[in-house]
């Protein structure tokens, strides 16, 4: 049974920072790409960054482009999210996923992290 738990979450002030972490299970993790995700009130689920299986190619969506850096470690099955400068417009709801085709949907969801930025 394949498990992706996310963590990290939390209220933070603007201009603050948080790392959200996730764990995988249940896959062979190595031959995964992996993403996160972030989901706003009353708002559709949107595409914050990703990473390729072996970690050396990422992009970002423009609005945390120089502000958030995803990073992994294969040997612990884990993806990161560090989110720097942190905006209100932030705020939401994050989910890390993965899929075995770089260009394909993804397979696996996690079940979130609520992230809060106050102003």
């Known amino acids: 049974q394949v498990q992706l738990v996310e963590s990290g979450g939390g209220l933070v002030q603007a201009g603050g920072s948080l790392r959200l972490s996730c764990v995988a299970s249940g896959l062979t993790f190595r031959h995964y790409d992996m993403g996160w995700f972030r989901q706003a009130l009353g708002k559709e689920r949107e595409f914050v960054a990703r990473i390729n299986w072996s970690g050396d190619v990422t992009s970002y969506r423009d609005s945390v482009k120089g502000r958030f850096t995803i990073s992994r470690d294969n040997r612990a099955s884990t993806v990161y999210l560090q989110m720097n400068s942190l905006k209100p417009e932030d705020t939401a709801v994050y989910y890390c996923?993965?899929?075995?085709?770089?260009?394909?949907?993804?397979?696996?969801w996690g079940q979130g992290t609520q992230v809060t930025v106050s102003s």
């Open positions: 996923a993965a899929r075995l085709d770089s260009y394909g949907e993804y397979n696996y």
